[in-house]
């Protein structure tokens, strides 16, 4: 008996879908229905409107005690090319970035590097500010947040205390991976637990920092282990409401120890975008990452539930370095025109999903049902 119709009923009631829901979505292959279902409620939240960020992604250092298997980014100190920016150069790349593409969002991530204190990180917040007090700053992951708590010996809330007060205005999803602690064992066994990410996170939303929440797919993880995930954040969503959006990382099988070949393809990451939809009823925004995809499969995103193609990602390294073949180097213009392209109205924003008063205008939205 085919699973979708009475999905399609409990989503027209206005009803929560189940663990057993999400676990027949990812058992069915019927992504055409799955992503009309996502699309209804897409459009529901958002109309025609399809978001994008002008943002520099910001490495500040590759060099990291996890070395998670998964990776293809980090580096041991020693090693020929392992680096750590100076504050000088950091602000040099932010001052560069904001004078030549115009950036509206810096995005910073990096590795655990024993060398650097809480001092160094918050210094760097305060040093962006001072370049441009209305970037938007979206900065270190949770797993970052518990390494310099347990290096400086002060909690978490304290830590993120501290790089509220320098400037800092939104944490990035990274980290979370996959919460179950036998897929965590194989693939990042020196990295927090789920647990921890989702208790650093609730911190976070504690402050008034809001935050981002990923999932990386596409690896050694099953169908039930993706569902519980995103029930997971689905719960605390319900607790804080402090996640903003949800981005699901599609995993790049190159330059890195899993040994896991293949990575993903097509008609996953479109179902892994509209079962989120459809799952994460709590959470504003599926963002398809745009430095892990071409414009062409963004176009399709918009279709099958998400809301958001990232941005210009300037400068990413993380994905391009285990492979990922997404454009480098793409401009607001590149991303309107693949907007439009696909049917959609772009949104230039950041990511609080503010937009200027001047580019409001009413959204009418079509009704549609189930």
Known sequence: MDPLPNIQLKLKAGQRLSKED????????????????????????????A?????????????????????????????PDAYALSLDE???????AVHDQKIREVHIVGGHNPALGLDHYTAMIERIRGIDRNLFIKAFSATEVDDLAKRSGLSWIEVL?????????????????????AVRAKIC??????????????????????????????HIETDEQRVAHLLKLRELQDETRGFSAFVPLPYHDQNNALKKT???????DLKILSISRLLLDNIPHIKAYGAAADLKFLQAALSFG????????????????????????????????????AGFEPYETDSSYRIDQSERVEVICPEKSF
């Open 22 to 49: 999400g676990l027949r979505l990812f058992q069915s292959f019927d992504i055409l229905a799955i992503g009309a279902m996502a699309q209804i409620v897409r459009e529901r939240m958002h109309g025609r409107r």
């Open 51 to 79: 978001f994008y960020t002008v943002n520099l992604h910001l490495n500040p250092t590759n060099i990291c005690s996890t070395r998670c298997e998964f990776c293809a980014f980090s580096r041991d100190a020693g090693d």
């Open 90 to 96: 950091i602000e040099e790349k932010v001052r560069d």
């Open 161 to 181: 205390r501290r790089l509220k007060e320098a400037g800092l205005d939104s944490m990035p999803g990274g980290g979370a991976e996959i919460f179950d602690p």
């Open 189 to 218: 066994p020196k990295k927090i637990s789920g647990e921890t990410w989702l208790a650093i996170h609730r911190a976070a939303h504690g402050l008034g920092l809001k935050t981002n929440a990923t999932m990386l797919y596409g």
């Open 262 to 268: 293949g990575g993903t393809n097509g008609f996953l």
């Open 306 to 341: 998400a809301d958001d193609i990232s941005g210009t990602n300037y400068q990413e390294r993380v994905l391009h370095e285990a492979g990922s073949c997404a454009p480098a180097g793409l401009s607001s213009g590149d991303l309107v025109r693949c907007i439009k392209g």
